[in-house]
């Protein structure tokens, strides 16, 4: 009988300290938000651009941490999809088509002149690229662009050009099946 | 502050130099070039001068189109510390500022000025510093910055950066290497120009204070050598030094690590191990800028190769094309079956795209080879391991490995193998039996990792945006609801602390309100029964012209409406002084209103 009381005392004890234990860790080692949505959320190309059919990337990284296809992103292409199949440890596949295709990248270009200044893009674009006030003309700030295509459908008079971004040198890829221009030469003969 | 350096001056003083790994010997092939002194050109016609011809950003444009500008006149200001400004190469008109083909493996054009000559070649009023011992170093630094003056060996790094040193510095090195095949053109310059240079020496000591300065100069150029030795013998602590002849030793840190074996740690700077390094055409154009005042306009220029009938060596102004250099050269077209024009040497230069392509401030040679002289790249075979590239490489990388990662485009691992460390000289293409083009891939790859990072920290900022924006729309929502919830509440305090007070003037203004209302239905009604019974008299009157009757009847409509408009006026206004105070009034109508 004694042996019993014991052992229960003792398994009680053990399960009070134990059960104390991960409480504490629990408090101490607190993590703060979804550290998954964080690692999908960093994969995204941040363009905001909502084609997923999601209000935004954190959103629809939310949605890929609770099992939703990773291949639903045409601005992040191939290699977004590589990179979350790496990370979710799920094959990966080919794009989308319902949601877009990957499309070379592209920025916002207002046509000034036919700007009646309306706000209606300003209040469209999801990163606060476009300048301007009402009665206005309003500009798009090129550098902070995603090129996500929102602000083209909202303007009443079709001002808006999705333009392709000009390579320069400095951002040359050294493809010269794609610019047409001679080779480096370097081999020389003796 | 570095350990070993007496013992590398000792080692200098006896020329026993060390050695860097790797290096190939290619054949040299520079007294094709190097035969006759350097020659003036005529003016030009047209040039094209790119307004960013350096590593940085460009500078603001200062001239628009249809601009008179005079030779040397800046055409471009810095601005930013990494800008460097371009110069009028002659006097003329700005006909253009426009995109032109750039002097770069791509040939994107780039923004460029082009300038119409007017053949008088009139230099705009020069501005030397008549003792550059007494004035200051930062004016001189400026000075050099205003000059257009960056790196001439290759790289086109600021030179005003690279001079404005305040880490501790122990050897300036002066670079006379020029260990690509071809070129000579800062042999000729040395042999020609010896003692301007040894000025650009003297005032780059004066700015930067070293201990000791080297001059550097490959053995297979006695001449420049001993010209040097003659233009630095009276310094005490000049040493012009004889470096074995082997490609690529006039690499930065290749050369530092022949003189001093000491090694630039990846990713960091020559400083970092006490030395700077200038080259020969810098020290020249240094010189140039503060002795004489004049800008950097026009630097020597190798035309070689069996392409050309006489290869020489040029001094051609910044923004020629280099069309009139294959004139100047005497192109024989029968040598090339199909028109190749290099910019550079054989190992790192690149086949121009257009004939057009200007000459920049770093371009030193133009090379046009016969057919058999430099074949054309065959198609690439399969890597067989051989690790020739390897035992090659003077940056002691992996070129193997590096070549797989990157044509596998596994930049991550290409990065872990210190990919960024390759200083793209083409060593180990060179050597590559199965004639893959290494470099090649490793240009690609390192662009893709740049455009990468460029994009991550693109998306990152727009993310920052993003949730901006989130929090803003947020936090004007959140302000909108407290600001309704505020009015609510004040109005039901009011409504319930003087109760019975304000519920009177809300009836009484309701009731006025509607008195008003109803003032103007019985005129209106008064209006159209005056109109009918008008209407009803014309009838009588002339029944038989229903045209007429019905023309006066819109006209009746409108007079009545015109009335009624007049009666309603009337209403307001009598209606006022009825009122029991104006304060009362405006009250009630804010009340009716909140309601």
Redesign the interface.
């Known amino acids: 009988m004694t042996l019993t009381v014991f052992a229960l005392a003792a398994i009680a004890l053990l399960a009070l300290i134990f059960g104390a234990l991960l409480g504490f860790a629990a408090i101490r080692f607190k993590v703060e938000g979804d550290p998954l949505v964080d690692q999908i ?1 960093a994969i ?5 651009c909502g084609q997923c059919g999601y209000p ?2 954190k959103p629809y990284a939310e949605a890929i941490a609770n099992g939703d296809d990773i291949n639903k992103c045409p601005p992040g292409g191939e290699t977004t999809i590589r990179e979350l199949s790496a990370l979710m440890g799920v094959e990966a596949k080919p794009l989308d088509a319902a949601h877009g295709v990957e499309d070379v990248k592209k920025v916002a270009f207002i046509r000034e002149d036919e700007c009646i200044g309306c706000t209606k893009c300003i209040q469209a674009c ?4 476009i300048l301007g006030a009402a009665k206005q003309m309003h500009t798009i700030l090129i550098d ?1 662009c ?1 090129g996500c295509d929102l602000c083209v459908d909202p303007c009443p008079v079709d001002c808006i050009d999705m333009v392709p971004v000009e ?3 400095s ?5 010269f099946n794609k ?12 | 502050m570095f350990a070993n350096y007496d013992k590398i001056i000792e080692r200098i003083s006896l020329n026993q130099l060390w050695d860097f790994p790797g290096g190939v010997h ?2 040299q092939q520079k007294t094709l070039s190097n035969q006759s002194s350097i020659e003036y050109l005529q003016v030009e016609k047209t040039y094209y001068v790119p307004v960013k011809q350096h590593i940085g950003i460009e500078g603001k444009l200062l001239v628009c189109e249809g601009d008179k500008v005079l030779k040397g006149q800046a055409l471009t200001t810095s601005e930013a510390p990494f800008s460097v400004p371009v110069h009028a190469p002659t006097s003329g008109a700005v006909t253009k500022i426009t995109n032109h083909v ?1 002097a ?5 054009p ?1 923004l460029s000025v082009i300038i119409d000559a007017d053949g008088q070649d009139t230099w705009i009023e020069l501005d030397p510093v008549p003792d550059y011992a007494k004035t200051s170093k930062s004016e001189l630094i400026e000075r050099i910055c205003d000059a257009g003056i960056s790196g001439m060996g290759g790289a086109g790094f600021p030179t005003h950066i690279k001079t404005n040193n305040s880490k501790p510095l122990e050897f300036l090195i002066i670079n006379g290497i020029e260990c690509e ?1 071809y070129i000579s053109s800062d042999d000729r310059l040395m042999r020609e120009h010896a003692w301007q240079i040894r000025q650009g020496i003297d005032i780059l000591v004066h700015i930067l204070q070293p201990k000791q300065v080297i001059v550097a100069v490959e053995d297979n150029k006695p001449e420049a050598l001993e010209t040097m030795s003659i233009a630095c013998q009276q310094k005490i602590n000049y040493q012009v030094v004889s470096v074995p002849t082997k490609y690529p030793a006039g690499g930065e840190k290749q050369l530092i690590q022949v003189l001093t074996s000491r090694e630039v740690p990846a990713n960091g700077l020559p400083i970092d191990v006490g030395c700077i390094m200038y080259n020969v055409a810098t020290c020249y154009a240094i010189a140039d800028a503060i002795v004489e005042g004049k800008p950097l306009i026009e630097r020597v220029v190798t035309l070689t190769g069996e392409g050309f009938k006489s290869p020489k060596n040029v001094w051609a102004r910044l923004g020629t094309p280099i069309q009139s250099l294959l004139t100047y050269g005497d192109y024989d077209q029968s040598q090339q079956s199909s028109p ?1 024009f ?1 910019m550079g040497g ?8 257009s004939m057009l392509t200007p000459i920049v401030k770093i371009s030193n040679c133009i090379l046009v ?1 016969a057919d058999n ?5 065959e198609d690439e075979r399969a890597c067989i391991r051989c690790s020739a590239c390897s035992d090659v490489c003077p940056a002691s990388l992996l070129p193997q490995q590096l070549f797989w990662y990157s044509k596998a485009k596994e930049l991550e691992k290409a990065e872990e193998y210190n990919l960024f460390d390759c200083i793209e000289c ?1 060593a180990c ?2 050597v ?1 039996p199965s ?1 893959i ?4 891939y490793y ?2 790859a390192k ?2 990792i ?2 990468q990072k ?2 991550k920290e ?6 920052i ?2 949730e ?2 989130k929090a803003r729309l947020l936090k004007e929502k959140e302000q909108r609801e407290e600001k309704h919830r505020l009015a609510a509440e004040a109005r039901k305090a009011s409504l319930s602390t003087d109760g019975g007070g304000t519920k009177d003037k809300i009836a009484a203004a309701l009731a006025r309100a509607k008195a008003k209302k109803e003032a103007l239905a019985k005129q209106e009604a008064l209006a159209e029964k005056e109109a009918l019974a008008k209407q009803e008299a014309l009838a009588k009157q002339a029944p038989h012209i229903a045209d007429l009757a019905e023309s006066e009847k819109t006209k009746a409509v409108s007079v009545s409406e015109v009335s009624t408009e007049v009666v309603a006026s009337q209403t307001a206004q009598g209606a006022s002084p009825a009122k029991d105070s104006p304060e009362d009034d405006a009250a009630a109508n804010e009340e009716t209103k909140e309601l």
């Open positions: 959320d995204l190309p941040q363009t905001q935004g990337c999801p990163v606060d690229a902070e995603t390579v320069d040198s951002h040359w890829e050294w493809k610019v047409p221009v001679g080779d480096i030469p370097i081999r020389q003969m003796s | 290619p054949p750039s770069h493996p791509s040939g994107i780039e095949p190749r290099i054989p190992m790192m230069g690149f086949t121009v795209t080879p002289e430099l074949p054309h790249p083409g293409a060179y590559c004639e083009p290494l470099v090649h240009r690609q662009a893709d740049r455009n460029e994009e693109k998306s990152d900022k727009a993310k945006r993003f901006a924006r």
